[in-house]
């Protein structure tokens, strides 16, 4: 793995602590033979004033995948096989969802929190639209939250990000191999006793390169040619085969 | 946690390949596998395999889009390689493989249609998977009964029954001579045999010679031995119409994907044939009954039984 070390400092005076990050890499190229990646997130806390008492400073990092509308679909029995009958869109929901703190989800961030700034896989995802004849629309974004969990595209880690002396913090978001293009919002939230006191935000690019980056150019921007080609690529290989088959014999 | 990821990362880092189009990491050696398995079968019966490669591709976690028009890309490849075995043996009816594809390509254009019109519907998984229930089920059920019964008669040291060559398709008009295929019929028939594959070959994401094999044989009354080259050349110009559809207009061809299989499966179409040469008309017959009965008790299964998870997650049609 590539490490891309890239400091990013930013320092708002308008909170009392605020937030120094460091990525581990700021873009993350998908090659041939990209297997998933992780990122470290790690940074410091900057503060003019000492430390206020109470209740230690906690930390949550968020990765974001680009959003997009999905449908949801139930199967149901009707003349004796499963078939899908009810259907629900789901207005927004992340590709890529990964929730890291330094504690329990419930201690470090209050529910009202939660909702204001859309933290918690669930408040990530928006759906509004449900047919009348749905009555529980409910279940077809748990359903959704399951499936993508399933397959480690939505994460929730508890007590994932280490911080020390209230100051220093690092976490580590794991991505998947079946990862889509684009900006990944990546958000750093400090709290305390439940409140967000500080809020930093930035992206990480993913996106194809090399022949990876080309076959799909080609595919989107001249579809004929790269259906002629990918037929071409087939023939040969069926032809070259069958002749090295047949000098194997002779 | 974090460890157990890097070991999974180092065990299986050489061997991922993160496909384009498809965009999903897959293993390889797998994909490599799996086109040398349905390669082999595919040189032995002369059906394109696509009726047992596109679900495994499901199962691997492609998505079915994907998996459905690259497969037709792959069976490009396994049939070009297989058709070429098959010149080389005089075993092809070029004149009846021309007309079977011109009904073909007439049928694969209609597919399209209605596929896009059962799409819009909203219920194109249904119908795709009944109509693998439905043909699968009675293809094979005939063809294993009728090969049995081939069998049973050979064994008991009777003469292997010709097939009735005079039916109703003797009376219709337009005929033609098939010189290869000893046959003089009218090309009405496999016109419309070709129109059938090519609608059902759209619509199911396959090439569709486990149906045109059967309607050549039983039908069409042709000679076992020619009828597997023939398929082959009318599935490599039907499938080759319907890869440049699907890039044109889903853009779900994934070259990447097809390369990988079509080398399995090249060199599996190889053995495959050798292996079908040698093999009496009657046991390839009743092989490929069972394999097309295999896959119909699967598909059937999955509609009839309870799937553990109700909910699907799919795009939205028109983003």
């Keep these: 793995m590539r490490w891309l070390i890239a400091f990013l400092f930013l320092a708002s005076p308008a909170f009392a602590e605020s937030v120094v990050l460091g990525l581990s890499q700021n873009e993350i190229a998908i090659t041939t033979s990209f297997d998933g990646s992780e990122i470290l997130v790690f940074g410091a806390v900057k503060r003019e004033a000492p430390i206020p008492d109470g209740p230690p400073l906690e930390v949550i990092v968020t990765v974001a995948g680009p959003d997009e509308p999905v449908n949801v679909r139930r199967k149901a029995k009707r003349f004796g096989i499963w078939v899908n009958t009810d259907a629900v869109e789901v207005d927004r929901a992340p590709s890529f969802y990964a929730v890291a703190t330094s504690g329990n989800l419930r201690d470090v961030l209050s529910d009202v929190e939660d909702l204001r700034y859309k933290v918690s896989v669930p ?48 976490g580590r978001i794991e991505l998947p191999a079946a990862l889509t293009e684009g900006a990944y919002e990546t958000r750093i939230f400090l709290t305390r006793e439940g409140r967000v006191i500080s809020q930093y935000e930035t992206a990480i690019e993913v ?12 595919s989107r921007e001249q579809p004929f040619l790269y259906g002629l080609m ?7 290989a069926g032809w070259g085969a069958s002749a090295a088959f047949s000098l194997l014999r002779n | 946690m974090a460890l157990d990821f890097r070991a999974r990362t180092v065990l299986t880092g050489y061997m991922q390949i993160y496909l384009p189009i498809a965009e999903v990491s897959v293993n390889a050696f797998l994909l490599l596998g799996l086109g040398g398995m349905v390669g082999i079968l595919s040189g032995m019966f002369g059906v394109g395999g696509g009726f047992l490669m596109t679900p495994l591709l499901f199962f691997i976690g492609i998505p079915p889009a994907v998996a459905v028009a690259t497969e037709a890309n792959q069976i490009v490849a396994s049939s070009f390689s297989g058709v070429l075995a098959h010149f080389r043996r005089k075993t ?22 209605v596929f896009n019109y059962l799409k819009a ?19 094979g059920g005939l063809m294993f009964i009728e090969s049995l019964n081939a069998i049973r008669k050979t064994a008991k040291g009777g003469a292997v029954p010709t097939r009735k060559k005079h039916n109703w398709i003797h009376k219709l008009p337009f005929k033609m001579r098939f010189r290869v295929s000893g046959l003089y019929i009218s090309v009405i028939p496999p016109l419309l045999v070709g129109l059938c594959v090519g609608v059902l070959a759209a619509i199911m994401g396959v090439g569709g010679g486990f149906i045109m094999v059967p309607a050549m044989i039983y039908l069409l009354g042709m000679p076992t031995k020619v009828v597997v080259g023939t398929s082959l050349f009318q599935i490599i110009f039907v499938t080759a119409f319907t890869t440049m559809l699907h890039a044109t207009t889903n853009f779900t061809v994934d070259v990447v994907l097809a390369v990988l299989l079509l080398v399995g499966g090249v060199i599996g179409a190889q053995i495959g044939t050798r292996i079908g040469v040698k093999m009496k008309a009657e046991q390839l017959r009743i092989l490929l009954a069972i394999m097309v009965l295999a896959v119909c008790g699967k598909l059937a299964f999955d509609l009839l039984v309870m799937p553990s998870e109700l909910y699907s997650v799919g795009a939205v049609e028109g983003h």
Excluded at chain 1, 230 to 236: K, R
Excluded at chain 2, 92 to 113: K, S
């Design chain 1, 123 to 170: 408040r990530a995802i928006r759906s509004v639209g449900a047919p009348m004849e749905i009555t529980d629309a409910a279940s077809f974004t748990e359903a959704l939250i399951r499936i993508r969990k399933e397959n480690d595209l939505y994460q929730l880690m508890e007590n994932h990000v280490a911080v020390d002396d209230q100051t220093l913090f690092r």
């Design chain 1, 230 to 236: 990918s037929l071409a690529i087939a023939i040969a």
């Design chain 2, 92 to 113: 092809v009816d070029l004149r009846m493989g021309v007309v079977l594809l011109i009904g073909g390509l007439v049928g694969a254009a209609l597919g399209v249609i």
């Design chain 2, 121 to 139: 519907l909203g219920q194109v998984d249904l119908l795709v998977k009944l109509c693998y229930v439905v043909f699968l089920g009675v293809i």
């Design chain 1, 207 to 218: 996106r194809k390169v090399g022949l990876e980056r080309w076959l799909f150019s080609l």
